[in-house]
């Protein structure tokens, strides 16, 4: 397992904007996003493999996944932000290739998740 730190997450109104970090200690070519709602599974907002962006439906048109190697950090960057937004998001790194890039059954390292919250 690699390290990751999430930081970034805080309370803003619907319709702001966000960015979240996680830094990476440790060797990962793909790392991603996840997101835990209050009564809802984990689910994948985004990933990165190669420069690459993959979305889910969530983030879709709305979120940017980005990458600066020099820091080893891994952003997103999240703009018209609704209430259903709101929960725990989590940096993945280590891919492992058993299903597709957004489901967590993908991932072998998480950070401690940070949270979001949105009000409408």
């Known amino acids: 397992r690699v390290r990751l730190l999430e930081s970034g997450g805080d309370s803003v109104e619907a319709g702001g904007s966000l960015r979240l970090s996680c830094v990476v200690s440790g060797y990962s070519s793909c790392a991603a996003w996840f997101r835990e709602s209050p009564g809802k599974e984990r689910e994948g907002i985004a990933a990165?493999?190669?420069?690459?962006?993959y979305y889910g439906a969530s983030a879709k048109g709305r979120f940017t996944i980005a990458q600066d190697s020099t820091k080893n950090t891994v952003y997103l960057q999240m703009r018209y932000l609704k209430a259903e937004d709101t929960g725990m998001y989590y940096c993945?790194?280590?891919?492992?290739?058993?299903?597709?890039?957004?489901?967590?059954?993908?991932?072998?390292?998480w950070g401690q998740g940070t949270q979001v919250t949105v009000s409408s």
């Open positions: 990165i493999c190669t420069g690459s962006p």
């Open positions: 993945a790194a280590e891919r492992m290739e058993r299903g597709h890039i957004l489901d967590v059954g993908d991932w072998n390292s």
